[in-house]
């Protein structure tokens, strides 16, 4: 009963608040943006290849590279989004929920854009590394503190809590289908490897990131590409369903095109968080010269979620045809999926691929919390109590079910994508401006870098820079 209350308030959040507001959201940003997405593409990846490594400062102190804190967000994004959520996406929505999560990731990256550019303009200095986020532009650019700590709660409740148990749920899960252990061991075992990670901070999360999450999106793209390539003369096909079903005649006469639109578009945001708030806690730890050279690294992270690894996950499933059944949902139906293309041991490639993308994801989303959490207290014992709670909620993803946590996550979401795009619609003329002084720099062939005495009116809040 409870769940199916839940239910009915996310669906009406989403249909008439949030879905609206994310597609008006990422609509204005590329058009005030000139669709940086589309036509700087190339600059992207360029800035991604020319970020350094963590150095050694001539203060002494380990500094946060560009491409560290490109990984640490993407830890978050690629996780069981990619493999259960866009299998999730297809069971309800149908194969047309792809189309509308490519359109997402498009449009989105200009949403991701702005609120990564906007971490790095407001971030602040800590001990070991910088930090930031959604809630310091709350309290440095809309001077309104209650605004940033309501967003934390909020922020602390959906990382730390909904998205920490479904990551574990389909680690659990997919492990348990294919060794036969019950779920609630593996999960207790999670919990303990989380513990060790989580207790060394930014710099040894974005370490392990930096080692597990390129390494698994290769090993996953390449399997994906085999797959295509056997089945390269049903692609056609499979492209030509995905269309038809986004816009087919069909699902709009029996109601069923809100369905797949809705369940491409909160999909697509639980994968690839743009215009959530989440990513910009990791873009705001990067040392970099300017603040719009992160921001086209994180827009860079919403294609390399989407358009690559979900859309294997997409293509592995609807080239089985094995989600015309019905009888799987989740990691199950991608597992089912890929056993029919390589056999048996497809189920331990998918419980090896969920364990470290979902993990990673585990390790990203706890510094999501963290920083969060932060900003309502700076008290090493309130950081100690979240630390143990991510590992208690790691514990319960082995006992909660898949549609319980889902209900959970959308309704957690509802709340930190309206905070953030309220905020920075408000803050997009510095964007603006700040995408103009970068890219007047560019032309006079200069490496662009930014200080405050750069803005139009003169900010002490800056502190950064």
Same mark, same amino acid.
């Given at each position: 009963?409870?769940?199916?209350?839940?239910?009915?308030?996310?669906?009406?959040?989403?249909?008439?608040?949030?879905?609206?507001?994310?597609?008006?959201?990422?609509?204005?940003?590329? +058009?005030?943006?000139? !669709?940086?997405?589309?036509?700087? +593409?190339?600059?992207?990846?360029?800035?991604?290849?020319?970020?350094?490594?963590?150095?050694?400062?001539?203060?002494?102190?380990?500094?946060?590279?560009? +491409?560290?804190?490109?990984?640490?967000?993407?830890?978050?994004?690629?996780?069981?989004?990619?493999? /259960?959520?866009?299998?999730?996406?297809?069971?309800?929505? *149908?194969?047309?929920?792809?189309?509308?999560?490519?359109?997402?990731?498009?449009? *989105?990256? /200009?949403?991701?854009?702005?609120?990564?550019?906007?971490?790095?303009?407001?971030?602040?200095? !800590?001990?070991? /590394?910088?930090? *930031?986020?959604?809630? &310091?532009?709350?309290?440095?650019?809309?001077?309104?503190?209650?605004?940033?700590?309501?967003?934390?709660?909020?922020?602390?409740?959906?990382?730390?809590?909904?998205?920490?148990?479904?990551?574990?749920?389909?680690?659990?899960?997919?492990?348990?289908?294919?060794?036969?252990?019950?779920?609630?061991?593996?999960?207790?075992?999670?919990?303990?490897?989380?513990?060790?990670?989580?207790?060394?901070?930014?710099?040894?999360?974005?370490?392990?990131?930096?080692?597990?999450?390129?390494?698994?999106?290769?090993?996953?793209? $390449?399997?994906? $590409?085999?797959?295509?390539?056997?089945?390269?003369?049903?692609?056609?096909?499979?492209?030509?369903?995905?269309?038809?079903?986004?816009?087919?005649?069909?699902?709009?006469?029996?109601?069923?095109?809100?369905?797949?639109?809705?369940?491409?578009?909160?999909?697509?945001?639980?994968?690839? %968080? /743009? *215009?959530?708030?989440?990513?910009?806690?990791?873009?705001?730890?990067?040392?970099?010269?300017?603040?719009?050279?992160?921001?086209?690294?994180?827009?860079?992270?919403?294609?390399?979620?989407?358009?690559?690894?979900?859309?294997?996950?997409?293509?592995?499933?609807?080239?089985?045809?094995?989600?015309?059944? !019905?009888?799987?949902?989740?990691?199950?139906?991608?597992?089912?999926?890929?056993?029919?293309?390589?056999?048996?041991?497809?189920?331990?490639?998918?419980?090896?691929?969920?364990?470290?993308?979902?993990?990673?994801?585990?390790?990203?989303? &706890?510094?999501?919390? %963290?920083?969060?959490?932060?900003?309502?207290?700076?008290?090493?014992?309130?950081?100690?109590? &979240?630390?143990?709670?991510?590992?208690?909620?790691?514990?319960?993803? !082995?006992?909660?079910?898949?549609?319980?946590?889902?209900?959970?996550?959308?309704?957690?979401?509802?709340?930190?994508?309206?905070?953030?795009?309220?905020?920075?619609?408000?803050?997009?003329?510095?964007?603006?401006?700040?995408?103009?002084?970068?890219?007047?720099?560019?032309?006079?062939?200069?490496?662009?870098?930014?200080?405050?005495?750069?803005?139009?009116?003169?900010?002490?809040?800056?502190?950064?820079?």
């Amino acid at each position: 009963m409870l769940i199916e209350i839940i239910n009915q308030i996310n669906n009406a959040l989403w249909t008439w608040l949030v879905i609206p507001l994310l597609i008006g959201c990422a609509l204005w940003f590329t +058009f005030k943006l000139g !669709g940086l997405q589309f036509r700087y +593409f190339p600059l992207m990846v360029r800035q991604l290849l020319e970020s350094n490594n963590s150095v050694d400062k001539s203060d002494g102190k380990k500094h946060v590279s560009s +491409f560290h804190a490109f990984v640490v967000s993407l830890a978050s994004r690629i996780g069981t989004g990619n493999l /259960a959520g866009v299998a999730s996406a297809i069971f309800v929505g *149908g194969p047309g929920a792809v189309f509308w999560m490519w359109v997402m990731a498009l449009f *989105g990256a /200009a949403t991701a854009f702005v609120e990564a550019t906007l971490a790095q303009l407001y971030k602040r200095r !800590g001990k070991d /590394a910088f930090y *930031g986020g959604p809630a &310091y532009y709350m309290l440095h650019g809309l001077h309104s503190r209650w605004l940033g700590v309501l967003f934390s709660i909020c922020m602390t409740i959906t990382f730390g809590m909904a998205n920490q148990i479904m990551q574990s749920n389909q680690i659990s899960t997919s492990l348990s289908d294919t060794i036969g252990l019950p779920p609630l061991s593996f999960a207790i075992a999670l919990s303990l490897l989380t513990g060790m990670i989580i207790i060394g901070g930014i710099h040894r999360i974005a370490k392990f990131s930096a080692v597990v999450v390129p390494f698994m999106a290769v090993a996953y793209l $390449l399997l994906a $590409l085999y797959v295509i390539g056997s089945n390269i003369a049903a692609v056609p096909e499979m492209l030509r369903v995905i269309v038809s079903d986004a816009f087919g005649l069909e699902q709009a006469a029996g109601g069923a095109i809100g369905i797949t639109v809705m369940q491409g578009v909160k999909r697509g945001l639980f994968s690839n %968080e /743009a *215009g959530e708030g989440s990513a910009p806690n990791a873009a705001a730890v990067a040392e970099t010269s300017h603040p719009v050279k992160q921001g086209l690294v994180q827009a860079l992270g919403v294609f390399t979620d989407t358009l690559l690894v979900c859309t294997c996950t997409a293509m592995i499933i609807l080239l089985s045809g094995v989600y015309k059944t !019905g009888d799987a949902d989740g990691i199950l139906l991608t597992t089912r999926s890929l056993e029919t293309e390589i056999g048996s041991a497809a189920r331990y490639f998918i419980s090896v691929a969920i364990f470290f993308f979902a993990y990673s994801s585990i390790i990203g989303n &706890y510094y999501y919390g %963290e920083t969060a959490m932060r900003y309502v207290s700076q008290k090493k014992s309130v950081v100690r109590v &979240y630390q143990a709670f991510t590992v208690v909620m790691v514990i319960l993803g !082995g006992v909660l079910v898949l549609d319980e946590i889902w209900s959970l996550i959308d309704l957690c979401m509802c709340s930190i994508v309206i905070l953030n795009v309220y905020s920075i619609l408000r803050l997009s003329p510095k964007v603006v401006f700040l995408w103009k002084n970068y890219r007047q720099q560019l032309s006079e062939c200069r490496n662009p870098e930014f200080h405050k005495e750069m803005m139009p009116h003169h900010m002490d809040d800056l502190e950064a820079w």
